[in-house]
Each structure stands twice: as C-alpha cells, then as structure tokens.
C-alpha cells in the first residue's frame, strides 16, 4: 500500500488515511514491516510507458557515476539489453562509483545493475514494483562490490508474483523464471542489511545456471566456486518460493582478483589438466574457501537455503514460520577442520503455526555439525536427514554423520497434538533413510543423555555386544528418534567408492551384518558407492574386489573411515579394526584423504588400507572464528592476468554497439528522457 506522510511528530507518522489491513509488528523476533520512502528532493523522469520502454541511465565502458538521494520512476525497457534504471556497465574497478539512497519506483526491467564492474557501492536504496532482479550482479566476473542496507519491496499479491516478474529479457532465469530481489551470478561481493520483501525468489545467487559465467565472461570465470564476501544481516520474507537461496556453491581458491577483471588467470588449464577452479589442490588437499553468512533472518517463505553447499557456515541465522526453515541436499568437511554448519542458530515457529521440517539436511559427504542451535515450535520433524538422497544425483554418499553440539530440541513439538515432537527423521523427501546417523560427543546432552542414534532399518545394531545399542521405544523416545535404535557408543560412517560391486556385506561384532548397497548406481561420474555406520572402537570385515573399475568415469575403489574433525577439533582418535578380503587393517580417522571430495575419488591408491600416511593431525580445539574476507589472489608480474594478454586489462566488450561517452573532467552530461531513448 502506498501512503502519503501528512505530519510526522517524534517517532509517529500520520498518514493520509487509515491502512487496509494489518502488518507485522513483532518487534521481539524482528518481525517488523518495512516502511520505504519513495519521495526525493531529486526526481529523474520522463514520460509514461510506451511498449514497456521507460528512461534508462548508464556509465558505459569508461568513467564514474555517483547517482544519490534521487528518485528515478518510469525506468528500465523491456526485453532491450543494456536499459535498466541505474546501471554501471563494464567499468572495471570503480571504487568512486555510487548509488545511495535513491528510489527507483516502477520498472519495466531490472532495477540497479553492476555489470563487470568492482568495488561500486550500492547503498541504502529503496526499490518498488520493479519488473525482473532488482539488485543484479550479470556477469559472474564482478568482485568486491557492497551492496548494504537496501530494500526492495514488489506488490504483488497472485501466488506467482506475475507483477514482480519480466519476460522475454536476455536472463529469463532472473528476471521471470527464478525472478529475484537480489540476483548474484558472483558471490565474491558483500551483502550487508538488505531486506527482500514479497519477490517470487528474495535472495538468489544462481550460480549453476550459468557456471561458466555470461555475457564477456563467458569461459573466464566458474561461477559456483567463487569465494564469499560478506553476507551478513539480510533479512528475506513473504517470498512465493525462496527466501535466502545459495543455490550450488562450492566456494574455492580461485586464481582470479579484481586485477584479473575478475576472470580466472588458470581457466584454460581446466580441461586439460589442474586448475584452481578443482576440488582438491595440485597436492591433493581441500581447496575449499570458508566463508560464512552471519544474522541473516528469514521469516514466511515456502523454502530457504539451497541445494549444495560447501565450506559456508550460517551463524546466528534465524528461520521463522517457513515452510522448509533450511533446505539443503549436499555438502562437505569444512576446510578448516573445525567449522560447524549451523552455529547458534534459532529455528522457530510462532504458537499456532507449523512447518514440514526445520532442517531439511544433505546426505553427506562427511561429519555435518550443528552447533548451539535451538529448534522451537511445530513441526513434522526438526532434523531431517538425507533429503533426495540417491534421486538421480542428489546428495553424496548418503552417509552423513549428524553431529549435534550442545543443541536444544526440548521446544519441538509434534505437528499433531498429543505425539512426541519428532527430532530426527531418517530420510525425507525419499531420501535413503537407513544410512543417515546423529551424534553426539561424550558430555553432551543433546540426545536426551545417548552418544548416538542410527535408522530403525539398522537392525544389526542390536545384535552388538554388552547392549551398547538398543530401541529407543525400550527408552520412551521412539517419537523422537522416528523409532530408531540408541548406542551409548558414537558412531561414524564407512564408506566404499566404487563402481556397482552388487551388494557387500559388512560383518561387525556379535555375528551382525550390514548389508551395504550401492548408492548412485547409475551416475557416470566418481560420485557413487556404498555406505555403512559403525562404532568406533570395533572389528568388522568386508570383501569386495580393490581394483574394479569397469568405465574410465568410475571411482577407483577407495576406503574412508570417520573424518578428521573428531580428533583435531573434538579431540578423540577414532580407531576401527577392519579386515579387507582377509587382511587385518587397523584404520585410524587421520587415514589418507587427499584426492578425495564430496565428489568422490580423483586418483587411486588414496584413502584407508592403501598404505599411504595419515594426515598431519592439528589441534583445533578451539575454532578460529571464520573471516568475511575472501582469499587474495596475486596475479604474476608482466600481466593482470585477465588472458587479454596485456597489463592493462583493456578489452572491446560491449552488450551492443554504443558510443562511449567522453569523460573528460569537466565536460557536462546530459540525462537523456523518454522521448529521446538511446
């Protein structure tokens, strides 16, 4: 609703008339509406629509532009590439360029773009009723740029948001499909205070969609790799799909910088050997990226989160009332080996009010830690495991290891009044629900005073010595636990990459067998093989043919035992007795790991039993808090790196021919209006 201010007295506004209906007020849970200012002192307008083509205003190729405290309207052309309110275009570094505190009111495409541009400030604007991404990063090139305290606001109410989307333009993805209040195709910028309000998608880097960059930097950049800037604060709600989405980001330790324009310097290396864009570096170790996305609040979405995610951690997040409160189907072990997943976060859902699931969780790969994290309200289940696991390509090796820290579920209730509040589910969304596994290290009582809890479909767990394990109904929390079976030992993941070997057989104490099938049957790629959890401390024993590898896609068969997370940061040693084929190999959680990723195996001869030395072991006790500072790239003395082959990083880029203006200091511009459209 739009309002004229008649009087404003202190901290109250009277306004021209009495609202239509209620709004949000919870100033507790920060629940609040937004109320924008759409008038300025400033006005850039022109005449009405014609064929949804309004003004437009550009600095192009060469140049600064400071726009502030101005309200641009009647803006943007439809489905004209390079016509958008404001917009910054192949500028390179610009650290002088501004927009702040504008308005931009009613556009037929896009709102403010920042196109191979860096270090430009978008600060403290109001957004309204703008067709297609409102904040908009295109390239996937772009670098350090800040984007802090700003709001967009569409007010469409059709389920849909027809009204917030534009069709037909050279991004169908960011503009109508996945239409977004902040659409990123680089994650390498910061994201400070920005409210997204009542978009089809709030918040979206959609980075898989165009991997390998658009436009110029087609082929020059990996989009999904790229680091993390500062994501801090942003508060996303009442969108019709997504709040915050991540999309696929694996963040790396790319070889790019603002010097290379942003684009890889080793990007040519990609399909012929080693480049930064990889997984592991040339010694094999992760060359992951932390990063970490902090106080961020989203509140009445249908989904929030992404589909993979590695390397990023969400601290102090807060998730109310949506539907999904975390949506997530892989992941990895931090680089750093210490970092939890979720740190002091609250999942919440107002009396009265219920959602699917708080956390629904990735299958793997590796030790998935949540830490300090409070789940409150109703819900069909608080910690959802392995979800879409083995549906086509989805998820690792769907043995994650669920390892709660000092969490609270004490709040969670059952979604049907009179059951328990069910905290863990094995398997959601159809995902593989006899391989996921929760945890917890001694002293922790998270788990209601038990050290672990594994799938009902474990059924061999009983069969253990000295009734380590047994069903949590004998202890009256089948509920909780999704009538799965208690250890009062740990327990971790076994996992075998290979190629389909049909069924294995995992014998373990006291005569029990697991029997292990193949995950990822029919991916052609190293992602695929088989999984087991197991307790630590233990003898179990397993046959199956080392060398098999029947296709050059197929993972060379490579062992892994537990993650190094449990000795180096939580400080236990994880030891198994596992005799392979005969031969008696005792297996340490420091085994072998280089070559290896969520993706699976890249070289053979890696991983346990194969002879090669532990890992170095790191006391990481405490964890160091992560930094917002994305990892430096150099580029080598001679040239920027940018494959242009010169020092200089000059390129002929453009969207379409266009005049470039002159920046002569003191030449005077003009603001070119409907009517007179470029």
Same mark, same amino acid.
């Given at each position: 609703?739009?309002?004229?201010?008649?009087?404003?007295?202190?901290?109250?506004?009277r306004?021209?008339? =009495?609202?239509?209906?209620?709004?949000?007020?919870?100033?507790?849970?920060?629940?609040?509406t937004?109320?924008?200012?759409?008038?300025?002192?400033?006005?850039?307008?022109?005449?009405?629509?014609?064929?949804?083509?309004?003004?437009?205003?550009?600095?192009?190729?060469?140049?600064?532009?400071?726009?502030?405290?101005?309200?641009?309207?009647?803006?943007?052309?439809?489905r004209?590439?390079?016509?958008?309110?404001?917009?910054?275009?192949l500028?390179?570094?610009?650290?002088?360029?501004?927009?702040?505190?504008?308005? $931009?009111?009613?556009?037929?495409?896009?709102?403010?773009?920042?196109?191979?541009?860096?270090?430009?400030?978008?600060?403290?604007?109001?957004?309204?009723?703008?067709?297609?991404?409102g904040?908009?990063?295109?390239?996937?090139?772009?670098?350090?740029?800040?984007?802090?305290?700003?709001?967009?606001?569409?007010?469409?109410?059709?389920?849909?948001?027809?009204?917030?989307?534009?069709?037909?333009?050279?991004?169908?993805?960011?503009?109508?499909?996945q239409?977004? =209040?902040?659409?990123?195709?680089?994650?390498?910028?910061?994201?400070?205070?920005?409210?997204?309000?009542?978009?089809?998608?709030?918040?979206?880097?959609?980075?898989?969609?165009?991997?390998?960059?658009?436009?110029?930097?087609?082929?020059? !950049?990996?989009?999904?790799?790229?680091?993390?800037?500062?994501?801090?604060?942003?508060?996303?709600?009442t969108?019709?799909?997504?709040?915050?989405?991540?999309?696929?980001?694996?963040?790396?330790?790319?070889?790019?910088?603002?010097?290379?324009?942003?684009?890889?310097?080793?990007?040519?290396?990609?399909?012929?050997?080693?480049?930064?864009?990889?997984?592991?570096?040339e010694?094999?170790?992760?060359?992951?990226?932390l990063?970490?996305v902090?106080d961020?609040?989203?509140?009445?979405?249908?989904? $929030?989160?992404?589909?993979?995610?590695?390397?990023?951690?969400?601290?102090?997040?807060?998730?109310?009332?949506?539907?999904?409160?975390?949506?997530?189907?892989?992941?990895?072990?931090?680089?750093? %080996?210490?970092?939890?997943?979720?740190?002091?976060?609250?999942?919440?859902?107002?009396?009265?009010?219920?959602?699917?699931?708080?956390?629904y969780?990735?299958?793997?790969?590796?030790?998935?830690?949540?830490?300090?994290?409070?789940?409150?309200?109703?819900?069909?289940?608080?910690?959802?495991?392995?979800?879409?696991?083995?549906?086509?390509?989805?998820?690792?090796?769907?043995?994650?290891?669920?390892?709660?820290?000092?969490?609270?579920?004490?709040?969670?209730?059952?979604?049907?009044?009179?059951?328990?509040?069910?905290?863990?589910?094995?398997?959601?969304?159809?995902?593989?629900?006899?391989?996921?596994?929760?945890?917890?290290?001694?002293?922790?009582s998270?788990?209601?005073?038990?050290?672990?809890?594994?799938?009902?479909?474990?059924?061999?767990?009983?069969?253990?010595?000295?009734?380590?394990?047994?069903?949590?109904?004998?202890?009256?929390?089948?509920?909780?636990?999704?009538?799965?079976?208690?250890c009062?030992?740990?327990?971790?993941?076994?996992? !075998?990459?290979?190629?389909?070997?049909?069924?294995?057989?995992?014998?373990?104490?006291?005569?029990?067998?697991?029997?292990?099938?193949?995950?990822?049957?029919?991916?052609?790629?190293?992602?695929? %093989?088989? %999984?087991?959890?197991?307790?630590?401390?233990?003898?179990?024993?397993?046959?199956?043919?080392?060398?098999?590898?029947?296709?050059?896609?197929?993972?060379?068969?490579?062992?892994?035992?537990?993650?190094?997370?449990?000795?180096?940061?939580?400080?236990?040693?994880?030891?198994?007795?596992?005799?392979?084929?005969?031969?008696?190999?005792?297996?340490?959680?420091?085994?072998?790991?280089?070559?290896?990723?969520?993706?699976?195996?890249?070289?053979?001869?890696?991983?346990?039993?194969?002879?090669?030395?532990?890992?170095?072991?790191?006391?990481?006790?405490?964890?160091?808090?992560?930094?917002?500072?994305?990892?430096?790239?150099?580029?080598?003395?001679?040239?920027?790196?940018?494959?242009?082959? %010169?020092?200089?990083?000059?390129?002929?880029?453009?969207?379409?021919?266009?005049?470039?203006?002159?920046?002569?200091?003191?030449?005077?511009?003009?603001?070119?209006?409907?009517?007179?459209?470029?």
């Amino acid at each position: 609703e739009i309002y004229t201010i008649d009087s404003v007295d202190g901290n109250t506004l009277r306004l021209d008339r =009495g609202v239509n209906q209620e709004y949000l007020g919870r100033s507790s849970s920060y629940t609040q509406t937004e109320i924008i200012n759409l008038s300025r002192s400033v006005l850039i307008t022109g005449d009405d629509f014609v064929d949804q083509k309004g003004l437009h205003t550009v600095m192009h190729t060469r140049g600064e532009v400071s726009i502030t405290y101005t309200r641009v309207e009647k803006c943007g052309q439809a489905r004209v590439l390079g016509k958008y309110c404001l917009h910054v275009h192949l500028l390179k570094e610009c650290s002088k360029c501004l927009f702040e505190g504008n308005a $931009v009111v009613n556009s037929e495409q896009r709102g403010i773009i920042v196109h191979g541009t860096h270090k430009t400030t978008v600060s403290k604007n109001v957004l309204f009723d703008v067709k297609g991404a409102g904040l908009y990063l295109e390239d996937g090139n772009e670098l350090e740029n800040r984007f802090s305290e700003n709001v967009n606001i569409c007010s469409d109410t059709v389920r849909s948001r027809p009204n917030c989307k534009q069709v037909g333009t050279d991004n169908d993805q960011g503009d109508d499909v996945q239409q977004s =209040g902040i659409w990123a195709a680089s994650t390498t910028n910061d994201f400070i205070d920005n409210h997204m309000v009542n978009q089809y998608n709030a918040f979206f880097t959609q980075t898989s969609a165009f991997s390998r960059g658009r436009g110029v930097a087609t082929n020059r !950049v990996c989009t999904v790799y790229g680091p993390f800037g500062r994501f801090e604060g942003n508060v996303c709600h009442t969108s019709a799909r997504f709040g915050f989405y991540m999309d696929k980001n694996f963040p790396r330790q790319l070889h790019r910088s603002v010097a290379t324009n942003g684009y890889v310097s080793d990007m040519d290396k990609c399909s012929r050997g080693w480049c930064s864009c990889d997984d592991v570096k040339e010694d094999g170790s992760d060359n992951g990226a932390l990063g970490v996305v902090a106080d961020g609040l989203d509140y009445f979405n249908p989904f $929030v989160g992404q589909y993979d995610l590695g390397d990023i951690q969400y601290l102090r997040f807060h998730s109310i009332n949506n539907l999904h409160g975390m949506y997530w189907k892989q992941t990895k072990n931090f680089v750093d %080996g210490c970092s939890a997943h979720f740190k002091d976060c609250l999942f919440q859902a107002f009396p009265g009010q219920h959602n699917n699931g708080f956390i629904y969780g990735p299958g793997g790969h590796g030790a998935f830690i949540v830490e300090g994290t409070k789940f409150v309200g109703r819900t069909f289940c608080a910690l959802c495991s392995n979800q879409h696991c083995d549906i086509g390509t989805t998820g690792s090796l769907c043995t994650p290891e669920y390892t709660v820290v000092n969490s609270d579920f004490s709040g969670v209730e059952h979604i049907e009044s009179g059951k328990q509040g069910r905290w863990f589910q094995f398997g959601v969304s159809d995902g593989i629900s006899k391989l996921p596994m929760f945890t917890v290290m001694e002293g922790d009582s998270s788990l209601g005073g038990h050290r672990s809890v594994v799938s009902k479909e474990q059924a061999q767990f009983l069969s253990y010595p000295d009734g380590v394990c047994q069903r949590a109904s004998d202890v009256g929390m089948s509920g909780q636990f999704e009538d799965g079976i208690v250890c009062s030992r740990p327990v971790r993941r076994l996992n !075998v990459w290979s190629a389909d070997q049909g069924v294995l057989r995992l014998n373990g104490p006291g005569g029990s067998v697991c029997t292990m099938e193949m995950v990822h049957r029919s991916n052609h790629k190293p992602k695929k %093989g088989y %999984g087991c959890p197991v307790i630590p401390g233990m003898a179990y024993s397993l046959d199956l043919d080392l060398d098999f590898k029947p296709q050059n896609y197929d993972p060379p068969v490579t062992l892994e035992f537990s993650d190094l997370v449990y000795s180096d940061h939580f400080g236990v040693l994880d030891t198994l007795d596992l005799t392979v084929n005969g031969q008696l190999c005792k297996v340490t959680s420091h085994h072998d790991r280089l070559f290896i990723s969520t993706m699976g195996p890249s070289k053979p001869g890696r991983g346990a039993c194969k002879g090669k030395p532990d890992m170095p072991k790191q006391n990481l006790k405490t964890c160091p808090a992560i930094t917002t500072t994305p990892p430096r790239f150099e580029p080598p003395a001679g040239g920027d790196g940018d494959g242009d082959g %010169g020092g200089d990083g000059t390129d002929p880029e453009v969207d379409q021919p266009h005049e470039v203006p002159d920046v002569t200091p003191g030449k005077k511009f003009t603001v070119l209006l409907p009517g007179t459209l470029l």
